[in-house]
């Protein structure tokens, strides 16, 4: 069935606190880390910007779906009582907030930029039931077969089905680029098989001089 969120208390569970420790931990250790705005690409009803809102002087949240822009605001502010000043609420998608990004970059050295500046990429996958077996195969039968409904209607969701089945490994990041770049595996058992939600398979594009971290057991 489906179901429409109108107020903080219908939202999903927030991330936990560990979430934003370990983001800020990274981005804290950056001789001249920014804490001026953080942009929440994709922030649908907020909850990632509501834990952004405590750190950053100003929270960028933007979203492409109708709708989003209105709720966000009287989630945020309206409910959670965040001063609408810290805010700024955009109807866009990812492609077009990158593009504005890369613009504002080219008035910023690279350098300065990787010292400044972090991009977070966050993914989560089906459940994960620790210690069922049998009960773990019937979730991976749910969303298999679900997989091959959404696999089966072109090429963009079978190549959208390997991205996430690999875990996000067969997203490149160059290390040209890219700087210090950490791939953490929260409670995976050391694999990327949770992430996946059928078979399909994806070159892994992981850099040699990327970092990979894998945390076990984290109890949020
Ligand atoms: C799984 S929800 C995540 C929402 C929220 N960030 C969270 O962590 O709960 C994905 C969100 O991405 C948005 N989205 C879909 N296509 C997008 C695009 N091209 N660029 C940015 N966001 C997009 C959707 O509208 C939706 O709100």
Same mark, same amino acid.
């Given at each position: 069935m489906a179901r429409m969120i109108t107020t903080a208390e219908d939202l999903p569970p927030v991330y936990p606190p560990s979430f934003f420790q370990r983001i800020y931990a990274y981005h804290g250790a950056k001789p001249q880390a920014a804490w001026s705005q953080a942009?929440?690409?994709?922030?649908?009803?907020? #909850? !990632?910007?509501?834990?952004? @809102?405590?750190?950053?002087? *100003?929270?960028?949240?933007?979203?492409?779906?109708?709708?989003?822009? %209105?709720?966000?605001?009287?989630?945020?502010?309206?409910?959670?009582?965040i001063p609408a000043a810290k805010l700024a609420f955009l109807q866009e998608g990812a492609e077009k907030s990158s593009d504005r990004h890369?613009?504002?970059?080219?008035?910023?050295?690279?350098?300065a930029q990787s010292r400044?500046?972090?991009?977070?990429?966050?993914?989560?996958?089906?459940?994960? #039931? !620790?210690?069922?077996?049998? @009960?773990?195969?019937?979730? *991976?039968?749910?969303?298999?077969?679900?997989?091959?409904?959404?696999? %089966?209607?072109?090429?963009?969701?079978?190549r959208g089905l390997r991205i996430v089945n690999s875990g996000l490994e067969n997203v490149e990041l160059p290390g040209a680029k890219w700087r210090a770049v950490k791939r953490v595996y929260i409670n995976t058992g050391g694999s990327v098989e949770p992430f996946a939600l059928d078979?399909?398979?994806?070159?892994?594009?992981?850099?040699?001089?990327?970092?990979?971290?894998?945390?076990? @057991?984290?109890?949020?």
């Open positions: 942009h929440d690409v994709g922030t649908g009803t907020g #909850i !990632v910007s509501a834990g952004l @809102a405590g750190k950053f002087d *100003r929270v960028v949240m933007s979203d492409p779906n109708d709708g989003y822009a %209105a709720l966000g605001y009287k989630i945020m502010v309206d409910e959670l009582g890369r613009r504002c970059r080219g008035r910023v050295s690279p350098p400044r500046g972090t991009v977070v990429i966050a993914y989560y996958s089906r459940p994960r #039931i !620790v210690g069922n077996a049998a @009960a773990q195969q019937v979730w *991976r039968g749910i969303f298999g077969a679900y997989a091959e409904k959404i696999g %089966a209607l072109g090429a963009l969701y079978d078979d399909r398979t994806a070159e892994s594009k992981v850099g040699e001089g990327e970092e990979k971290i894998l945390e076990e @057991a984290d109890e949020d």
